[in-house]
């Protein structure tokens, strides 16, 4: 059984730059997809994106392109969000999970870290 857990989230002025990290332990998680999501008050688990297995492929929902950068080290098992150019609408709690598809839809993902909060203010 793979368990994720996130850190680094915090508080940040608009136009920051933050990064958060979700650690793998258990079951190597090298094998399957990593996707991050967010979600804000009231509103529903967002995907962010997502990275294969070997981290040469990546996705990015369109509100994040260009500022946010997702990428893995298998050999920490750990994954990492890079955020910059940090908005207000990206407050939100974010979340890691795995998989095994390169899917958006939050149902297709069967591991979950807690979460972690960040919050941009502005």
């Known amino acids: 059984q793979v368990q994720l857990v996130e850190s680094g989230g915090g508080l940040v002025q608009a136009g920051g730059s933050l990064r958060l990290s979700c650690a793998a332990s258990?079951?190597?998680?090298?094998?399957?997809?990593m996707a991050w999501f967010r979600q804000a008050p009231g509103k529903e688990r967002e995907f962010v994106g997502s990275?294969?297995?070997?981290?040469?492929?990546?996705f990015y929902a369109e509100s994040v392109k260009g500022r946010f950068t997702i990428s893995r080290d298998n050999t920490k098992n750990t994954g990492y969000l890079q955020m910059s150019s940090l908005k207000s609408e990206d407050t939100a709690v974010y979340y890691c999970?795995?998989?095994?598809?390169?899917?958006?839809?939050?149902?297709?993902?069967?591991?979950w870290g807690q979460g972690t909060q960040v919050t941009v203010s502005t």
């Open positions: 999970a795995g998989g095994s598809y390169y899917v958006s839809n939050p149902r297709m993902y069967t591991i």
């Open positions: 258990g079951r190597t998680f090298s094998a399957g997809v």
């Open positions: 990275i294969g297995w070997s981290g040469g492929t990546t």
